[in-house]
């Protein structure tokens, strides 16, 4: 009986693939590789059509961790590509090939190097993957104004949308810009009668929670900027409501007050930073750095790149010819704090030349790895920063240390402008002049 039952399922198996492959023969009248050149073609030919290009939401990292960009595209007959990006000035664009490929379906590439793309492709220092983005795209469909793709490698799913013809690229990206520099990234606001916590990152990652919200089960999505405010990767449902868009508020008195508000049913989110915060354009200036009671006046000088903020701190550090070595000091985009790390600093012959952190009232332990956050004094007439460990290694000093052979030493060829040595021992202030 076993045996007989198993020869039937067989044989309706059988008749139903037969029927299946009777079925596609009916509905299609062209094979797939005709089905296939047909939708390379047509691909190309709308991808062209837009006479002001497409913006691209472009978004970065496995699972979407680095968050999104905005790209502008304009598609050439003659296989050329010109792009505008966010992470560049608002007038740069890089020209390359560009290209419809056939695999399971049409393959949107740009074979030749743009800068503009390639930037995010490519390894980066230590990272092999680097950024983990994309320069093939999958056309997953294509609409009349929208062609939704997805990164050929990285999976990610990724929209683009025609520009309208009186856009003007370069006023475009620079109205994100300014929405990007000037923003803040927490908030605090009810949503359904509920209060909830919204926590955004400099990763472009969004996060709501409430006082009920247990860990794990926090909501998220990814973000990208846009000329008002902030669109969502995907649209959250938070408390029963759905928010999509979120339009910027700032407030010009007092960033801190500034606010998110949705574009349905009134959400506003109140800005919830920090009273020690500070925009990053607030910072750039002289001050008089003082260690162990010896000062010295070092200027810092902003550098602001697609992957973050930070300061170029000059006469800070002197080589064996008297030249300035940059020391780096970062900013915290969430908490709007600098912050000084450990840090490569360059090299002379062969020994590269580390900025270590010391716990030196501690018992004098090093660390390449960890650092301290400025504490601002609240003045903004006056500004004044300490310093504090910024994590369990007690930080309260520097020292130099050189590299060479596998073998880390004392690094005594450059030195501070403050103590006349390479070690900056027991920081104590900077303060703005």
């Known amino acids: 009986m076993k045996k007989l039952y198993i020869y039937i399922t067989l044989a309706i198996a059988t008749l139903t693939m037969q029927s299946c492959l009777h079925d596609n023969d009916d509905v299609f009248d062209k094979s797939a590789a005709e089905r296939i050149d047909e939708a390379v073609a047509n691909a190309k030919q709308m991808l062209i059509s837009a006479d002001n290009g497409w913006s691209l939401e472009y978004y970065l990292g496995s699972d979407y961790v680095y968050g999104g960009y905005n790209m502008l595209v304009k598609f050439g007959k003659d296989g050329k590509a010109h792009l505008s990006s966010e992470i560049a000035k608002s007038d740069s664009i890089s020209s390359s090939s560009w290209d419809i490929t056939k695999d399971q379906g049409p393959v949107l590439t740009f074979p030749t190097y743009n800068a503009l793309l390639h930037e995010l492709t490519q390894p980066y220092q230590d990272e092999v993957n680097g950024y983990e983005g994309d320069y093939e795209f999958v056309i997953m469909k294509v609409t009349q104004d929208t062609i939704f793709l997805q990164g050929k490698k990285?999976?990610?799913?990724?929209?683009?949308?025609?520009?309208?013809?009186?856009?003007?690229?370069?006023?475009?990206?620079?109205?994100?810009?300014?929405?990007?520099?000037?923003?803040?990234?927490?908030?605090?606001?009810?949503?359904?009668?509920?209060?909830?916590?919204?926590?955004?990152?400099?990763?472009?990652?969004?996060?709501?929670?409430?006082?009920?919200?247990?860990?794990?089960?926090?909501?998220?999505?990814?973000?990208?900027?846009?000329?008002?405010?902030?669109?969502?990767?995907?649209?959250?449902?938070?408390?029963?409501?759905?928010?999509?868009?979120?339009?910027?508020k700032q407030d010009e008195s007092d960033v801190r007050k500034s606010m998110l508000i949705s574009d349905v049913k009134d959400i506003t989110l109140e800005g919830d930073c920090p009273s020690s915060f500070q925009l990053f354009s607030d910072l750039e200036g002289s001050y008089l750095l003082t260690?162990?009671?010896?000062?010295?006046?070092?200027?810092?000088?902003?550098?602001?790149?697609?992957?973050?903020?930070?300061?170029?701190?000059?006469?800070?550090?002197?080589?064996?010819?008297?030249?300035?070595?940059?020391?780096?000091?970062?900013?915290?985009?969430?908490?709007?704090?600098?912050?000084?790390?450990?840090?490569?600093?360059?090299?002379?012959?062969?020994?590269?030349?580390?900025?270590?952190?010391?716990?030196?009232?501690?018992?004098?332990?090093?660390?390449?790895?960890?650092?301290?956050?400025?504490?601002?004094?609240?003045?903004?007439?006056?500004?004044?920063?300490?310093?504090?460990?910024?994590?369990?290694?007690?930080?309260?000093?520097?020292?130099?240390?050189?590299?060479?052979?596998?073998?880390?030493?004392?690094?005594?060829?450059?030195?501070?402008t403050a103590t006349g040595s390479y070690q900056l021992p027991y920081l104590s202030s900077m303060k703005k002049l």
């Open 154 to 248: 990285w999976k990610n799913e990724m929209i683009m949308t025609r520009i309208p013809q009186n856009m003007n690229w370069v006023d475009h990206l620079d109205s994100i810009a300014t929405v990007r520099d000037n923003f803040i990234y927490l908030y605090k606001g009810n949503v359904g009668g509920k209060n909830f916590k919204f926590t955004l990152d400099a990763d472009k990652q969004f996060t709501a929670t409430s006082e009920e919200t247990v860990e794990g089960e926090e909501i998220k999505s990814q973000f990208i900027f846009t000329t008002k405010g902030i669109k969502l990767r995907k649209p959250v449902v938070i408390n029963g409501e759905t928010i999509s868009t979120l339009e910027y």
């Open 291 to 416: 260690a162990n009671n010896k000062s010295a006046m070092v200027m810092l000088e902003p550098i602001q790149s697609w992957h973050g903020k930070e300061f170029r701190v000059k006469n800070m550090l002197k080589d064996e010819n008297g030249e300035d070595v940059d020391v780096l000091i970062g900013y915290d985009p969430v908490y709007g704090r600098m912050t000084l790390q450990a840090q490569y600093l360059g090299s002379k012959d062969q020994t590269a030349v580390y900025l270590g952190a010391w716990a030196l009232a501690a018992g004098g332990s090093i660390s390449f790895s960890a650092g301290v956050v400025l504490k601002w004094n609240g003045d903004a007439v006056a500004p004044v920063y300490s310093f504090e460990p910024n994590g369990a290694f007690q930080t309260d000093s520097f020292i130099l240390f050189g590299y060479t052979n596998e073998d880390w030493d004392s690094f005594e060829d450059w030195t501070f």
